[in-house]
């Protein structure tokens, strides 16, 4: 069983960038699918981005496509997002999740493990 943990989160201005790291441990990176999700105050999970096992292919929610970019070095068992020209509406918890199959998904129901998440606010 993976487990995740997320890091670089924190406070920014409006327009500026953070990169966010999930670091997997007790199971090998490849063998995963990678998702990156958030969750707003009084909002439900939604999909940010996601990764084939190589990262080869990429997929974006449409609200963060041009400004957000994910990635992962498998060597160092570690999942990126770098964000880009943040906007206040960027503002929740960022969470990585694997997923066991070598489809990417944009479904959190189909992500097996998660990390904890970590806290992204972004002032005007």
């Known amino acids: 069983q993976v487990q995740l943990v997320e890091s670089g989160g924190g406070l920014v201005q409006a327009g500026f960038s953070l990169r966010l790291s999930c670091a997997a441990s007790g199971g090998t990176l490849s063998n995963y699918v990678m998702g990156w999700f958030r969750q707003a105050p009084g909002k439900e999970r939604e999909f940010v981005a996601t990764i084939n096992r190589y990262g080869i292919n990429t997929y974006y929610a449409d609200s963060v496509k041009g400004r957000f970019t994910v990635s992962r070095d498998n060597a160092k068992n570690t999942v990126y997002l770098q964000m880009n020209s943040l906007k206040p509406e960027d503002t929740a918890v960022y969470y990585c999740?694997?997923?066991?199959?070598?489809?990417?998904?944009?479904?959190?129901?189909?992500?097996?493990?998660w990390g904890q998440g970590t806290q992204v606010t972004v002032s005007s």
């Open positions: 999740a694997a997923r066991a199959y070598s489809s990417t998904s944009s479904r959190a129901s189909e992500y097996h493990y």
